[in-house]
């Protein structure tokens, strides 16, 4: 098993909350946390209060690192020994300065909660030596200088934004700008200003970015680079970003469990649907998920990996941590995906998320891809439901584009035109927006309630 598996399951360090809005602000809590011998737990504060709550009690914190006007907005105080606003910290009258905690590599940085099983979030456990890695392993990757530049779109609390777009910088002496909040005409704005070469963002932000009516290709000529991750990134919006700015958005692969960038398409490498090969130090390969044996080249199945950037395992949670790996130590993703001869990766599907319909294996996003490529619709999510015939049978919904209207006869149409018929949804159902994340994920827990 996984050394790290075996034994990490909790903190054995202090914690502390940091709880602030996409700044320079945050790199600097997280420094001084460090610095203090702690490990940081980076707050979303867009949860809800009892979700919110849940992770300060259960990483066990008595301090939160904040902003006053982030609580104003929230309009909620967690339940905290210590609350601490960075603009009212008074530094005067501190003797000399602290000396620094000396990090080791297997100390752990980060407490990063994610989606668990059972509805509430787990604590992934992140070590300075597993941070480290995988900044080196990205400016490695894709070949940054400080000539390189970034806009700083994605929240800090999300591992993407914390590793690529904060350390990353750090490590690389690279100027970052961080907007404070997502607006698409604002973004056009700091890109047209501050002329950054690297764009990472994920899949509903590039679509945001369509939005941008005055925006044009002319804008975006400083970038060399456009990267999406977190989520598949639709055909639809890819086709329809290269159609008007004459930009192709290359995709990258990771997961929270691996701090997180595993693979990474760069340009001169692009090719349509692909995640890129692994980066340096990354072993990859793909499993049949019913008997764990490796598959060849071109076969869909479980994608598994292990390296110097996966977790060392989720906080207080032993039984889980063993689950996560085989017995030779390689991280279960969870993920379906394919490795062509050129170990390049492609991701078809979540294997929680496979149905099986009538005796088939169908991806939602097959299905979703199809319903994507109608003008009138923004987005969509699948999911199954029982049939006692069939086993499984899909259902849509979804989101039509602004100012669209559609109905679900002629989106059953158009899924006939493009997929075999057992992959044609049973019934599609028209929403005003589909339930996300605050990372923008479709949320299927959700949509699965409105079945």
């Not at 902003?67 to 003797?95: C, I, N, Q, W």
């Not at 800090?156 to 910088?169: E, I, K």
């Not at 400083?222 to 086709?239: H, I, K, N, Q, T």
Request: hydrophobic letters at 40%; glycine letters at 10%; aromatic letters at 8%.
């Amino acid at each position: 098993m996984h050394a790290a598996a075996a034994i990490k399951s909790r903190c054995d360090t202090p914690t502390v909350g940091v709880m602030l809005p996409t700044s320079g602000a945050f790199p600097i809590a997280a420094l001084a946390g460090w610095m203090l011998g702690k490990t940081v737990v980076p707050l979303n504060y867009l949860l809800k209060p009892d979700e919110l709550q849940y992770v300060i009690d259960n990483c066990g914190t008595d301090t939160v690192l904040t902003a006053g006007p982030l609580l104003e907005f929230m309009g909620y105080t967690p339940r905290v020994k210590h609350l601490t606003r960075l603009e009212s910290l008074d530094f005067s009258g501190v003797p000399d300065p602290i000396r620094p905690a000396l990090a080791q590599p297997d100390d752990l940085a980060v407490l990063l909660y994610t989606s668990g099983t059972s509805g509430k979030p787990k604590g992934v456990m992140l070590s300075h030596g597993n941070l480290r890695a995988n900044v080196d392993q990205v400016l490695n990757w894709i070949s940054l200088t400080r000539r390189d530049s970034l806009l700083g779109v994605l929240p800090q609390f999300h591992s993407f934004g914390m590793t690529v777009l904060t350390l990353m910088p750090l490590a690389g002496g690279l100027q970052v700008v961080y907007p404070a909040r997502f607006v698409p005409q604002k973004i056009v704005r700091l890109i047209k200003e501050h002329r950054p070469t690297v764009l990472v963002a994920i899949p509903s932000m590039y679509n945001a970015l369509l939005s941008a009516k005055d925006a044009v290709p002319e804008d975006f000529t400083s970038l060399r680079l456009v990267v999406s991750g977190g989520e598949p990134l639709p055909d639809a919006v890819a086709a329809k970003f290269r159609e008007r700015f004459g930009i192709i958005i290359n995709e990258g692969y990771g997961l929270t469990e691996t701090s997180p960038a595993t693979n990474w398409c760069r340009p001169f490498e692009y090719r349509p649907h692909s995640v890129g090969r692994p980066l340096p130090g990354i072993e990859q390969r793909i499993v049949d998920p019913s008997t764990g044996n490796a598959l060849p080249p071109g076969h869909d199945g479980e994608v598994q990996m292990r390296g110097p950037n996966v977790m060392q395992g989720y906080y207080k949670l032993p039984e889980e941590t063993a689950r996560a790996f085989t017995t030779d130590g390689f991280f279960r993703t969870g993920d379906i995906g394919r490795i062509d001869d050129d170990g390049h990766l492609y991701i078809t599907g979540r294997l929680k998320e496979m149905l099986i319909i009538g005796g088939e294996n169908v991806f939602p996003r097959e299905i979703e891809e199809v319903l994507n490529r109608h003008p009138a619709v923004a987005d969509s999510g699948v999911i199954g439901i029982h049939d006692p015939i069939r086993g499984e049978l899909p259902i849509a919904f979804v989101e039509p584009r602004e100012g669209e209207s559609v109905e679900p006869s002629s989106l059953l149409s158009w899924c006939r035109t493009y997929l075999a018929g057992y992959k044609v949804p049973r019934e599609i159902r028209i929403l005003p927006s589909l339930p996300r994340n605050p990372t923008g994920k479709i949320m299927r827990r959700e949509l699965k309630k409105l079945a």
